[in-house]
């Protein structure tokens, strides 16, 4: 950044002012102030000037004024994020240069609302937080999500077997959290497994695989946690199966939910369909829910011969992005849960600048191909940051050249 900005604080004038000033858009200023990055189509030293000019009537001293245009450090925390950004990991493989761009955004460091946003914009909470979400109330659901919500509530009851598929940051957690949450509050009769994933990944060389042992393990350990597991492999799944019968005729249904399954080893996703076929008669015992990102599609292709049987019994659904007027609906919902009408903070000319920087087109052959990244998370790190940036250059509400100037 500029030392210009420190200048501005110096004597007390926002960017805003200095916009208003010099006939410029707060975005163009920001980009000054905080990048160096001077309006092609005016005149550099001319710009200077007015500026120096605007600076000594507020009451810049000759020394502040002789440094203003120099390059200065940034504070630690501003470097810690764009070291983030720039070592954000990328995954090996064909990737055009737009999924590249894509994986970036979605995993930015997490953003945070500044103590002075807040006052700025009249919040107590930060309404994109860890801790936003503190029910079930607290979920926006669209139609997409509602079906999504329901397909793994029935899979849970009733048995199947369900893989859910969507980009880091659509809400694949929240919807795991709600469905745990939702069995306690409706005090259904279902034992969620949930294996330990940490570390997991699909192959021995770059992390631990979960194999098919350890899945049986869970289930034990939460079937009847209190048999000693039998010596040989056998005996441990024949147990396993009786431990299931006597759970079922107890009246239990039981669901297996594997999160992050696309780092499943392919072998274990061929084993899945010998959990899905312990019956009791013409009742399966137990019910399995995949949930991970993109490349588990990739993993449960038909035309892999090794995992084709799981395939033909596994029902896919993805979480949408909230494309269209969804976009709107999912703003106006997380502000109405803190009682602040959205337009308070975001107008609409900084809506549809949100939409289309997070609606990336990539070229193709024959034509090109709309990316859309517009889910929560990527939203909600835009947008915080965006007011941030409208409270430190003292704009009322985010407008478009606000998301222009991020």
């Not at 000033?21 to 975005?27: C, D, E, I, K, Y």
């Not at 930015?108 to 700025?120: I, S, V």
């Not at 079922?248 to 072998?267: F, M, Q, S």
């Not at 407008?399 to 222009?404: C, E, G, L, Q, R």
């Amino acid at each position: 950044m500029l030392k210009l900005k420190n200048v501005l604080q110096k004597v007390g004038r926002k960017q805003a002012d200095l916009a208003e000033h010099l006939g410029l858009s707060q975005a163009a200023v920001a980009q000054i102030v905080n990048h160096g990055e001077w309006p092609k189509s005016l005149d550099e030293l001319d710009l200077q000037e007015r500026i120096c000019d605007y600076l000594e009537v507020h009451g810049a001293k000759e020394a502040d004024l002789a440094g203003a245009f120099e390059e200065v450090s940034e504070p630690r925390d501003v470097l810690a994020d764009k070291a983030a950004r720039s070592v954000s990991p990328l995954k090996t493989g064909s990737k055009t240069t737009t999924e590249s761009n894509q994986e970036d955004s979605m995993l930015l460091r997490k953003q945070t609302l500044y103590p002075a946003t807040r006052k700025h914009f009249n919040l107590f909470r930060d309404p994109f937080s860890d801790d936003a979400i503190q029910s079930h109330e607290d979920m926006y659901v669209s139609p997409d999500i509602r079906y999504v919500r329901e397909a793994m509530l029935q899979t849970a009851k009733h048995g199947g077997l369900l893989a859910v598929v969507a980009e880091s940051g659509a809400g694949k957690t929240t919807l795991m959290r709600d469905l745990e949450d939702r069995i306690l509050r409706e005090t259904q009769p279902i034992l969620l497994i949930k294996p330990y994933v940490l570390a997991m990944e699909d192959n021995d060389q770059k992390g631990k695989t979960l194999k098919a042992t350890h899945i049986a393990e869970a289930i034990m350990a939460a079937v009847a946690p209190l048999e000693k597991p039998k010596s040989s492999p056998e005996a441990r799944f024949a147990q396993l199966h009786k431990a299931l019968k006597e759970s079922h005729a107890a009246g239990y249904r039981h669901c297996l939910v594997i999160d992050e399954a696309h780092a499943l080893p392919i072998p274990t996703i061929k084993h899945l369909k010998r959990f899905f076929e312990l019956e009791l008669g013409f009742k399966k015992l137990l019910s399995i829910i995949l949930i991970g990102q993109p490349e588990l599609k990739t993993k449960l292709s038909e035309r892999d011969a090794a995992v084709r049987e799981v395939v033909q019994r596994c029902e896919m659904v993805e979480l949408a992005p909230l494309e269209g007027g969804r976009l709107d609906e999912y703003l106006k919902f997380k502000f109405e849960r803190l009682s602040k009408p959205v337009g308070e903070v975001i107008d609409a000319s900084g809506i549809d600048a949100l939409r289309a920087k997070l609606t990336l087109t990539s070229p193709r052959r024959d034509r090109p191909e709309t990316v859309s990244l517009l889910y929560p998370l990527a939203v909600g790190n835009l947008l915080t940051a965006c007011m941030n940036l409208a409270a430190e250059i003292g704009v009322p509400v985010v407008n478009a050249d606000v998301v222009k100037g991020v």
